[in-house]
Every structure is written in C-alpha cells, then in structure tokens.
C-alpha cells in the first residue's frame, strides 16, 4: 500500500479475479487507481514488492508455505503484516446430536465448493457410540450428491482448480488407504460416470483413519470426509489439537453449554458450536467466536 493505493496480486490459478473486484469498486464510485494490480507467478518480483518500503502493509491469503516466504521477505523491515493460511479444520460430533441433522451439515462444510474453501471441514472426531450411524448418515447424504457442470442446477460438486490439486488430493486418499483406512463412499451414478474432461474429483468418504495419515495432518483442500471414532470429549479434543494448523473448528451437540466449555480448549482461532465454514459468527460468549444456528444454504 502506497499512500491511499491498494495492490492486489491474485493467484495465477485466479487471475481474473482481481479485475472484477476492481471493476466492482469502480462501479461503486471508487475514484481510478486507488484499486491497482498486477499478474505474475515470481517469487523474486513477489519478495520485492513486500520490500519496497512505500509498501506500508502487506496482507496474505494463500498457504502456510507462501506465508512463510511472504513472512521471510517482510522480516527485515518493520511493516504490518498479516497472513490468513491454510487449515485443517477439525469437527466432532458429540454422542447426543441430531445425527441426520449433523451429517448433512458435515457433508456440506467438507464438500462445499468441491473442498475448495480455507474453513472446509478437513477430517471429522465422532463419538464410538454414534460412529457407525453417523458414517451410515453421511452416506445416505452423499447418495444425493451430484458430481458434474458447475453450470447445471442439479449439480452440488464441479471439478477442482487445477491437475495439481487433483493429483493432491489423490494422493491423500490413496495414502490413508495404503495406510488401513477404509473408502466407505456410497455407490452413486454420477460419481461413476465422471464428466470426460475437467478436474473431477469424487467427493470421498474414509472411515478407520488415523494420524498417522496424511489425510488427517497435511491440508487437503479436496472433497474428502475422513472419519475417526473417539472415546469421549478429552480424546476429540487432543486429536483436534494434534495440528500444526489452527484456522477454525466446530463441536456438534445438544449441550451447547458443553459445547462452550470445549472451544476454550480447543486451539483455532475460530470455534462454531454447531455451525461451519461460515464467514460472519456470531460471538455469543466473549471467550469464544461460536455460534448455535446451523448455517444457510
């Protein structure tokens, strides 16, 4: 930032979507070049910019790698810095939730946008009592998905960004099955019959994984729902917190006192009660960014 101008510089995976938020704020009354912004893939030209020192703050969204080399280039220099990076959010099911309920809203925070959001849910801690009937419950969901043209109405999944990510996510899925883990994906027509071009990637469900995976420790950024069974509210919450990455997570319960009293041991920078991937919590206690609704559709 350079007195009252803003640089944007989109990921090369999104290029054109800084001129439509230029253009937005121009159809807005945004007086010209207050909004500029460039294209480029560098990390040399990038690290530059940070070091300019008409560049008065520096805002990051991307991965936990690039806000590292954003971080490095800034740290000779005084100058505000923010990164939001990449997560592996965790969600737990507690054994007294409306478990139809919770597994359509699981399904939708993992698989919205084809996994493709910071906030996706990345791997799922569910109470051993109430295991087997939530897996049954996010199956009979997914029976009702449709993989296909983002542009057709009925479709709930479109493909990922790029080959890369694709591959990615593959290569998670066929690590935890190398490892034990098991593919409990429902049989579904379109997830049988992907298109014959485009990036698809069947919304993927894996029971007996563990942390020994890298489905459960590295983020995924896919449509994939790995499950793991927990004894009691302790375990859930040492496996949520068995991460180096603390974006956001959720508790799932009836109790939603109970549900409180976990966020404070829960370390994310936001915890929902009963609620995921959802941009504006509302905070009902000061100690904890958390919310009783279920989000929209």
Request: aromatic share 6%; net charge negative.
């Amino acid at each position: 930032m350079a007195g009252n101008t803003v640089i944007l510089k989109p990921s090369p995976q999104t290029p054109t979507i800084v001129e439509q938020v230029s253009h937005a704020f121009a159809e807005a009354g945004l007086p010209n070049d207050v909004i500029q912004y460039f294209h480029s893939g560098s990390p040399t030209i990038i690290e530059s910019i940070v070091r300019n020192p008409k560049v008065s703050l520096v805002c990051f969204t991307g991965s936990a790698a690039g806000g590292l080399a954003v971080q490095r280039a800034a740290s000779d220099r005084i100058v505000n810095v923010g990164l939001e990076l990449g997560g592996k959010d965790p969600a737990y099911i507690r054994d007294d939730v409306d478990i139809a309920w919770a597994a359509e809203e699981i399904v939708d925070g993992a698989v919205f946008n084809s996994g493709q959001s910071c906030c996706s849910i990345e791997r799922v801690y569910v109470a051993e009592t109430v295991h087997d009937e939530f897996v049954a419950a996010v199956q009979n969901v997914l029976k009702g998905y449709h993989i296909g043209d983002p542009h057709d109405k009925e479709t709930h999944l479109g493909p990922v960004i790029s080959k890369r990510s694709k591959e990615t996510i593959e290569a998670h899925i066929q690590d935890a099955l190398d490892k034990g883990a098991t593919n409990a994906t429902p049989e579904n027509a379109t997830f049988a019959n992907l298109p014959g071009t485009g990036n698809f990637v069947v919304p993927t469900l894996l029971t007996n994984v563990n942390h020994s995976m890298t489905v459960m420790k590295d983020e995924t950024f896919g449509p994939v729902i790995p499950v793991m069974k927990v004894k009691n509210d302790e375990e859930a919450v040492n496996l949520m917190n068995d991460s180096k990455f603390g974006l956001t997570a959720s508790v799932w319960t009836k109790d939603t006192e109970r549900g409180y009293a976990l966020c404070e041991q829960i370390e994310a920078g936001t915890v929902f009660v009963n609620r995921c991937d959802f941009p504006s919590p509302v905070c009902h206690r000061p100690s904890c960014n958390s919310s009783l609704e279920s989000k929209p559709h």
